[in-house]
């Protein structure tokens, strides 16, 4: 069986299942538990952003997960812009 290791926490991820247990954006695999920080991160965020902008935000996310991959966790509070 493959071994996934979640990039973030660097935690394996037992029984990978896309979309279910684990998740992909770019190049990166996020276990639920930091996908989730990601998702809630995006969102403090994104509440004051309008008018949205996808290219923006795909931007937002992979710089939250870059920053996450070298401090082992996403930051939740980070409301940078
Ligand atoms: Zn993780």
Request: hydrophobic share 35%; proline share 4%; with cysteine.
């Amino acid at each position: 069986m493959k071994h996934l290791f979640c990039d973030v926490c660097k935690k394996e991820v037992i029984e990978p299942i896309p979309s279910r247990t684990f998740f992909q954006l770019r190049e990166y695999d996020l276990c639920e538990s930091c996908r989730d920080d990601l998702e809630a991160a995006v969102k403090y965020t994104v509440r004051d952003k309008k008018p949205f902008d996808f290219a923006w935000f795909d931007k937002l996310r992979i710089e939250l997960v870059q920053d996450g991959v070298k401090k082992n966790k996403i930051n939740v509070a980070k409301v940078s812009r």
